[in-house]
């Protein structure tokens, strides 16, 4: 996504090219505003050509000319109370993001029904049913672990902050809930049962789930990179003084040969040296068809084997496959986008110190002009206790829970504050056939004849496809079976089958050999093909349907056209897309002829076809270049690095894991007609936070004035901020009546 991580201001040295690049995972960061302090700390340092910095992932990316060591930078940043530490690029399961997440969750726990209750005590008729002494003490005790427990990482950090004499939003935090906790405390030994525990308690408990949100948020980008990996093979069998042995991938080195069966995985990229079949590489290339391999072909790794047996000499292992060029584009991409930098974080640098500097002007003005120090205190508590970030911090979590829950209830999963803000800025929205616009599954929609009729035709192919593993052989088979298929006939019975790796099948049908396949398997076994039938594949192929020759008797009796069938939700959603401003764009690993096909059924006029998993990113990246925010619509491997490239990836549900971990909206359905619904849900929720955040501050910058007079007491300060929170709350409520 576009970053709005800071930009480095310091002077460079006068190259564009760094001499070698590091990649470290950044401690200590908790807001965007973090992040533009380490990165304006790397750009400062000698020697370094680049320096970008991720609040979201975590992660600094440093180009550095040579001489350079990664243990001055981790000393400067360390200077400035953060840590680098060398970057693993594979994470596991157990990495710190897991452990962020489980350490808000049980800050969360503490936090949670100990501030519920609390808000019970001292707001509601719940309280009335404790003397008024033992209701206070009670809430204080409540509201003390909330603060010192669940809220300890904000007093940490503020801690850090002030000895490293800088703000953020958790010096702001921890000023505003130690005022209010600590004045409550005052007030409690003096025997008032007045006090503002409750917007302590209640201000640390909010900002806790925004936290833990923000973790689970991070950890998505590790797990996507971790199901990639987990598409490839596990072991490989490698054949070594003629015998096959059973090692594990790591084991297989450049010149090795390998036997893969059929049904397996391709285990490394390599070129077959023995064998024939049809590799099925879609989860690669996006191709809906198996490719034909045969000696001196090349295969990629974790692709799967469909029919013959093949040997393959390894040609690369490691970090030099197909596969692991994808997760390194994937990261690459990942590393790219900035957070989103939260109003409430670009501001802090500023709104921290002018909220303390109030604070004590108007201690020291009513001290001047005559006031008691009570009065003074009191007003100057006021300051800082309406300034505490509350409806801050709710602005943000509520509207991502009540838009998420709704999106939920559409089955549509939008998975951080990132996304909500870029869909408003999306000029192209990108899509991807196989299994988005299409069903990913192949169908025959047209029989063309001669010397036969259609049912024969049909009955015949299917009876000899009957033993096939093909997917366009399947489909022919289970035509004859489908009432809504061309043709519907009743298949016949097969006596033979004998499959012709990349070429077709044969078999013997009630007595008489029929061939199908490619038009060359049929000139093989002698039989004439008509002209009748010759135009009709060329038809068939323009249509972008894959043309299948069946024959018997000497000569070609039909050519089948089999494709892949459309999505019903596919052209309306293009026309709903192109109603609204956008311009729509097919990017396909498939032929031309069926991406084009495709792309005229459905009224797209944009088409790029017959592209390799990093070319897709490419082309995102060129529509980036040319000025528009690209969302992306895929479902398979070689739509990952596309994904984190584009503005805005969303990624159907049916597709594979990788493709929904790398997007940043999910389609659980695979309704495709749900892209419409989740660009404008997530438009409404972005406006629902943006109003929060309006209102948060408004609220501030009219109410601290007022409290700076002393025109509001602490406790009418404590009530104002809990109203602002609950309008905000009520104002995220709205987003429920979302409508598809």
């Known amino acids: 996504m576009a970053s709005t991580d800071a930009t480095a201001t310091a002077s460079r040295p006068a190259r564009e090219v760094p001499d070698r690049e590091l990649d470290f995972d950044v401690e200590g960061m908790t807001c965007g505003s973090c992040a533009a302090r380490v990165q304006k700390i790397l750009d400062r340092q000698d020697g370094v050509v680049s320096a970008e910095v991720n609040y979201a992932t975590g992660r600094a990316h440093v180009g550095v000319v040579d001489g350079v060591e990664a243990a001055d930078l981790r000393a400067a940043v360390d200077r400035i109370g953060y840590g680098l530490r060398e970057h693993v690029p594979m994470p596991t399961p157990d990495d710190a993001a897991d452990r962020e997440v489980a350490r808000w969750q049980r800050r969360l726990w503490i936090a949670g029904p100990l501030g519920l209750a609390v808000l019970l005590l001292a707001m509601t008729p719940v309280g009335d049913l404790l003397a008024p002494d033992a209701r206070a003490w009670v809430v204080a005790g409540l509201a003390t672990i909330v603060q010192f427990v669940a809220g300890w990482p904000f007093l940490v950090e503020a801690a850090r902050r002030a000895r490293r004499r800088t703000v953020n939003m958790d010096t702001l935090i921890a000023l505003g809930t130690l005022s209010a906790w600590g004045w409550s405390v005052v007030l409690l030994l003096q025997g008032s049962h007045e006090h503002y525990f409750e917007s302590a308690a209640l201000i640390i408990t909010f900002l806790v789930l925004g936290r833990w949100l923000e973790a689970r948020a991070k950890r998505r980008a590790g797990s996507a990179l971790r199901s990639l990996l987990e598409l490839g093979a596990r072991q490989a069998t490698v054949l070594r003084d003629g015998a096959e042995v059973q090692v594990p991938i790591e084991q297989v080195a450049p010149g090795d040969r390998v036997r893969v069966r059929p049904g397996e995985k391709v ?79 670009r501001v802090s640098m500023v709104f921290v110190p002018t909220v303390i500097a109030i604070a004590l002007v108007t201690l020291v003005g009513w001290l001047v002009v005559g006031g008691d120090a009570s009065e003074a205190v009191a007003a100057a508590v006021a300051v800082l206790v309406i300034a505490c970030p509350c409806a801050l911090g709710l602005a943000t979590p509520t509207a991502i829970m009540v838009g998420t829950g709704r999106g939920a209830d559409l089955g549509i999963v939008i998975k951080s504050i990132e996304t909500l803000e870029q869909v408003r800025e999306v000029t192209t929205v990108v899509f991807d056939k196989t299994g988005t616009l299409t069903r990913g599954d192949m169908r025959v929609v047209e029989v063309a004849i001669a010397d036969t009729d259609r049912v024969t035709a049909l009955a015949r192919a299917a009876a000899a496809e009957t033993g096939s593993e093909h997917p366009v052989g399947r489909a022919i088979a289970a035509a004859a079976d489908d009432p809504d298929a061309v043709g519907h006939g009743t298949a016949a019975v097969v006596e033979a089958f004998t499959a012709v790796p990349g070429q077709g099948v044969r078999a013997k049908v009630d007595g008489t050999e029929v061939v199908v396949g490619r038009a060359s398997l049929l000139a093989d076994h002698g039989l004439d093909l008509p002209d009748t039938l010759v135009d009709a594949a060329r038809s068939s192929e323009q249509r972008g349907e894959t043309a299948v020759w069946v024959g018997w008797d000497d000569a070609a009796r039909a050519v089948l056209g089999v494709a892949d069938s459309l999505k019903d939700a596919a052209a309306p959603t293009v026309a709903a897309l192109r109603s609204r401003g956008l311009e729509v764009v097919l990017l396909t690993g498939d032929n031309r002829a ?105 609220y501030n910058v009219l109410a601290i004035p007022v409290a700076a007079l002393g025109l509001l007491s602490p406790t009418i300060a404590g009530a104002a901020m809990a109203l602002s929170s609950v309008s905000v709350v009520l104002n995220s409520l709205r987003l429920r009546r979302f409508a598809r």
């Open 594 to 698: 069926t991406a084009e096909g495709i792309a005229e059924q459905v009224g797209i006029d944009r088409v790029r076809a017959e592209v390799l998993p990093g070319d897709k990113q490419a082309e995102v990246v060129a529509l980036q270049e040319a000025g528009e925010v690209v969302a992306m619509v895929g479902d398979g491997i070689n739509d990952a690095p596309a994904l984190v490239q584009a503005d805005l990836g969303i990624a159907m549900g049916t597709g594979t894991d990788v493709a929904i971990e790398s997007g940043d909206l999910a389609l659980l359905g695979g309704d495709v007609g749900s892209v419409v619904t989740a660009i404008d849900l997530s438009a409404a929720t972005y406006r629902t936070i943006i109003q929060n955040l309006g209102w948060a501050f408004g």
């Open 267 to 345: 285990p490394v990229d390599g070129q077959v040296v023995e064998g024939a079949s049809s590799v099925d590489e879609s989860m690669l290339t996006g191709e809906s068809r198996p490719v034909a391999k045969e000696v001196g072909d090349r295969v990629v790794g974790a692709s799967l084997n469909t029919t013959g047996t093949l040997v393959v000499e390894v040609t690369a292992v490691g970090g030099e496959t197909m596969l692991a060029q994808v997760v390194a584009m994937v990261e690459r991409a990942q590393a790219g986008k900035a957070d989103l930098q939260r109003l409430a974080d």
